[in-house]
């Protein structure tokens, strides 16, 4: 098991790179409180629902840096999203409750994301 804040956000987004939903449920806080551009919810459920149809959407993910300290971590990354979008650089701050995230607050530039993001938090 992992325990050091860095190194499960790392492993975190290597596995949104591979789009490993079991590994994403398995270290997200039942009561994960997301904050976007686009979009602010709480509750695993909404949350995997929208990481699901973000995984059919975007081509590749690859981590820049990461760093933590205390039950903090950010992680600075680019996905690379089919055109017109391309590259998008990001970065997640996200928040640690007994060893799982409980708060993912995502920074980036949402205007190319405008109709993508109708599909991603959009309900059934």
């Known amino acids: 098991m992992i325990n050091n804040r860095g190194d499960i956000a790392k492993a975190y987004y290597e596995a949104m790179s591979h789009k490993d939903m079991n590994f994403i449920e398995q270290h997200v806080h039942p009561n994960v409180h997301f904050i976007g551009p686009m979009a602010e919810f709480t509750g695993k459920d909404k949350y ?7 995984f059919t959407l975007f081509k590749g993910l690859r981590i820049r840096t990461q760093f933590s300290v205390n039950d903090q971590a950010v992680i600075v990354y680019n996905v690379d999203f089919p055109d017109p979008i391309g590259i998008s650089r990001a970065v997640a701050l996200l928040d640690f409750k007994d060893n799982l995230i409980s708060r993912i607050e995502l920074f980036y530039d949402a205007r190319p994301f405008e109709e993508m993001a109708k599909k991603i938090f959009s309900n059934p």
């Open 48 to 54: 995997l629902d929208s990481v699901k149809k973000l």
